[in-house]
Every structure is written in C-alpha cells, then in structure tokens.
C-alpha cells in the first residue's frame, strides 16, 4: 500500500483551546491510518484578539465582552473543554488560563520555526505554555524559553523577538485567510482545497484524511 501525503495548512492560534483539540484529534486520526496517510503540517497564523494590548485581559471579563457569556456558562464550557482535552490526553490546567494575551509575537516565532524545521513541537510547547502551564505567550522570556525547549537557538530566538522580523510575512499570511472567508479557528485546509472546521472528534477526522487520501 502506497502511503499519500496530504498538506495541511493548520490554522490557528495558540490562546485558541478548541485549537488543541482540533490538533489532537487530527493527529490521532492521522495516528490510525499510518501506513495509508501521512500529513504534512504548516501551521498558519490567526490571532483571535489582534487587537490585544501588552498586559492583557483578565478572561472572564473578556469573554463576558466578546459572547455575553454568564459566569455559569463560562464555567460549564470550561469543563467540556477540560474533559474534551483529557480525551485526547491534553491537560488544561485548572484555574491557570487567567488571562487572554496578544499571540502576534508567537506567530512570528513559529513562521520561523517552520524555517527550522521545528514548527509542529514548538506549536505543541507554546499550547501546553499557555493552556497547561498558565504562562503568558506574549512575554518574550517565555517564547525565548519554550523555543530553547524544543531546539530551537535561544539567541536568534530573542534577536528575532527584539526586531520586526516576520511581521509582514505573518500579517501577510493572516489576511490571506481572512479574505478567503477564514474568521474563526480551528480552520484545517486539506491540499489547498477542502475545509473542515472546529475541534471535531477523530472519527470525524479520519473518515474525512481517508477519503481525501483516497481521491488524491
């Protein structure tokens, strides 16, 4: 049997929970038909609060802005998106995702991780940073400490930080999806043709790889 490849432009952002899940899944469908499908993942950027200032907000109070969401409601979405995630055995960290931030300077990290080759692990650092761990993916320390972690140069990594490198190319990159009527995430892009969106379960996922791979 002949293994095909398929791309997969994954678009994301790395404060986006059903972001993770999505990838989870994807990957444990793509996990179940090894040997008849292989992906080849790009990771492309989408900021769910572009407009995010430095200190952030608490995320109560913005998603409370954003949806009209009551306090009950956030909670029990909270626990649907904890239980989803240790399915899929990711661990949102109780009590630790305080705080939405900006996310442009990791997009940035990771359109340059791709160069590198280190694109897929440094995207699964910075959600277990963020989702796990509480950090802040806005903060450089972090970004620069997360990429050291998955092998990327600490130095070129800050270096890069401190400049405006990549900035257009991810800007760029962010309205290409926007006008291609792309406005919320996860957004997977099977070979530049097929669409499937949110955090489905992995069946959902591997029905759709095997017949796009059957196609192909």
Known sequence: MTTK????DFVSDVSCPWC????KALEQAADRLKGEVALDMHFQP?????????EGQDINEHLQEKYGSTPEQLERNREAIAARGADLGFTFGKGKRSRVYNTFDAHRLLHWAEEKGLQPPLKHALFKAYFTDGQDPSNHEVLVRVAGEVGLN????RELLASDRFAEEVREREQLYLQNGIHSVPAIIINERHLIQGGQPVEVFEQALRQIASQA
């Not at 490849?5 to 997969?8: F, M, V, W």
């Not at 993770?20 to 990838?23: A, K, P, S, T, V």
């Not at 600490?154 to 990594?157: I, L, R």
């Open 20 to 23: 993770i899940i999505g990838l």
């Open 154 to 157: 600490v130095d070129e990594a």
């Open 5 to 8: 490849t398929l791309k997969i």
């Open 46 to 54: 989408f900021e769910l609060n572009p407009q995010m200032g430095p």
